[in-house]
C-alpha cells in the first residue's frame, strides 16, 4: 500500500479494522504516524532483535523500540512491567512505545510513568491514526456556535 493509500485507510479506521487487517499493513500505518509525530521509523528495516516489531529514532536521534500487540484484549500491569524491563535488560534502550487494540488498565498506564514508555491502547490508537491520516472534527461551541 502506498502512502496516500494507507491515509485514505487511517482517516476513518475503525478498531475492527485495525484488528484484521494485515499485520504488514498494521505495521506501515504505525510507522506512517510515527513519522507523522517526528520519528524516523521504516517497517521493513530488520530490528535484528528478536520480539521487536520496529526500532524509531525520535528528533534527538535516540532510539524507542516498538511492540505491536493487537492479540492483547487487555494491557495490564505485568505486560507493561515485562516490557519496561526488557527494553532496559534486554534490548539495552530506554524508552519504548507498546501498541495494542485493547484496552490500557489504570495500573499498566501509572507503571509507565516512571519510565519513558507510552501504551497505546484502542481509543487512542484510533484518533492518533485518524488524525495522522488527515481526519478533521469539527468542534461545536459550548453555546451553540454564539457569541
Sequence with gaps: MNEQELRALMRDITLEQMQTLPSATFKQMIALLLRSLGFRAD?????????????????????WVVLLRRDLAVLDEPVAAQFVRDLHETYGIERGIMVTCGTLTPEARAWTTRAHVYLWGADRLQKMLQLAGGKRWKIEAENGGHS
Design 43 to 63: 517497517p521493513d528495516a530488520d530490528t535484528e532483535v528478536e520480539g521487536v516489531d520496529m526500532l524509531a529514532w525520535d528528533v534527538e536521534g535516540k532510539p
